[in-house]
């Protein structure tokens, strides 16, 4: 049964920082690409950040760069955003997802096999 768990969500003001964490398990985690999207109420759910299987390969949209980065640690089956510079545009629920892949970042939602519950993020101005 493949599970992946976020945390590291909450409540933080404008221009802090949070990590949030996602931790995989009943899956080959090295042979995923992993992505990171979030939601915000009433808005459509949009790509953040993806890694590669390997992790030599990341992607952002253009709102995080700079801001947030993506990174693996395949020992530990977790992927990691750190988030920094928060801006309240950056409120909403954050899932981490995975897909079975080559070296690529995969930048599509409805690529990803598995998903993880969400954790929230709330950034006050």
């Known amino acids: 049964q493949v599970q992946l768990v976020e945390s590291g969500g909450g409540l933080q003001q404008a221009g802090g920082s949070l990590r949030l964490s996602c931790a995989a398990s009943?899956?080959?985690?090295?042979?995923?690409?992993m992505g990171w999207f979030r939601q915000a109420p009433g808005e459509e759910r949009e790509f953040v950040a993806g890694?590669?299987?390997?992790?030599?390969?990341?992607g952002y949209t253009d709102s995080v760069k700079g801001r947030f980065t993506i990174s693996r640690d395949n020992a530990k089956n977790t992927v990691y955003l750190q988030m920094s510079t928060l801006k309240p545009g950056d409120t909403a629920v954050y899932s981490c997802?995975?897909?079975?892949?080559?070296?690529?970042?995969?930048?599509?939602?409805?690529?990803?096999?598995?998903w993880g519950q969400g954790t929230q993020v709330t950034v006050s101005s």
């Open positions: 890694i590669s299987r390997s992790g030599s390969l990341t």
């Open positions: 997802a995975a897909k079975w892949a080559p070296e690529f970042v995969e930048r599509s939602a409805q690529a990803y096999n598995y």
């Open positions: 009943g899956l080959p985690f090295s042979r995923y690409a």
